[in-house]
């Protein structure tokens, strides 16, 4: 398996296998940033939206890719805020239903960190639905949860959730 940069050209390449991959979140529960009732056009839309937004030094979509399928995804957005320049956020972390566990999601993670490094910058954060696997899982990748917001964001189901926050304080290079 290995994690490439895909620019708006390849987000339309893998438009159909990165729309699966948020139907199947919102199968599972996970919003990712989208209003129920999600279709698989307004997938397609969702990320055709993330593409025209690409731009090296301020924005990387990142994919995994286990020969040609492609089976996971995150995107990286570096603030815009003048005085957070140094810091970005993780967004739409997401794996196809039947390869998770396996590693994608570590890879995707690990990859959106060092691209980070090579942008110079020195802080990530995100935030994820809490009390879920993925809650869990950034505290076994080393992230540090900041806290907790109720009724954060509006789940699939219609419910509303709390989000978890979490940051990660990155090492400078030379």
Do not use: C
């Given at each position: 398996?290995?994690?490439?940069?895909?620019d708006?050209?390849?987000?339309?390449?893998?438009?159909?296998?990165?729309?699966?991959?948020?139907?199947?979140?919102?199968?599972?529960?996970?919003?990712?940033?989208?209003?129920p009732?999600?279709?698989?056009?307004?997938?397609?839309?969702?990320?055709?939206?993330?593409?025209?937004?690409?731009e090296?030094?301020?924005?990387?979509?990142?994919?995994?890719?286990?020969?040609?399928?492609?089976?996971?995804?995150v995107?990286?957005?570096?603030s815009?805020a003048?005085?957070?320049?140094?810091?970005?956020?993780?967004?739409r972390?997401v794996?196809?239903?039947?390869?998770?566990?396996?590693?994608?999601?570590?890879?995707?993670?690990d990859?959106?960190?060092?691209?980070?490094?090579?942008?110079?910058l020195?802080?990530?954060?995100?935030?994820t639905h809490?009390?879920?696997?993925?809650?869990?899982?950034?505290?076994?990748?080393?992230?540090?949860?900041?806290?907790?917001?109720?009724?954060?964001?509006?789940?699939p189901?219609?419910?509303?959730?709390?989000?978890?926050?979490?940051?990660?304080?990155?090492?400078?290079?030379?």
């Open positions: 398996m290995k994690v490439v940069a895909l708006a050209a390849g987000v339309e390449q893998h438009l159909g296998a990165l729309a699966q991959l948020l139907l199947d979140a919102h199968a599972s529960g996970m919003a990712l940033g989208l209003a009732a999600l279709s698989r056009a307004g997938a397609e839309a969702a990320w055709l939206e993330t593409a025209s937004r690409l090296p030094g301020e924005r990387v979509q990142l994919a995994s890719l286990d020969g040609d399928d492609l089976v996971g995804a995107h990286l957005a570096r815009t003048a005085n957070g320049r140094h810091r970005g956020e993780i967004q972390l794996v196809r239903a039947g390869r998770r566990g396996k590693g994608a999601g570590r890879l995707l993670m990859a959106a960190v060092e691209h980070a490094r090579s942008l110079g020195s802080l990530l954060w995100l935030s809490a009390e879920t696997d993925a809650d869990r899982i950034y505290g076994q990748l080393g992230w540090t949860r900041s806290g907790v917001i109720p009724d954060y964001a509006l789940l189901s219609g419910d509303l959730a709390a989000n978890a926050f979490y940051y990660l304080k990155l090492t400078s290079i030379d």
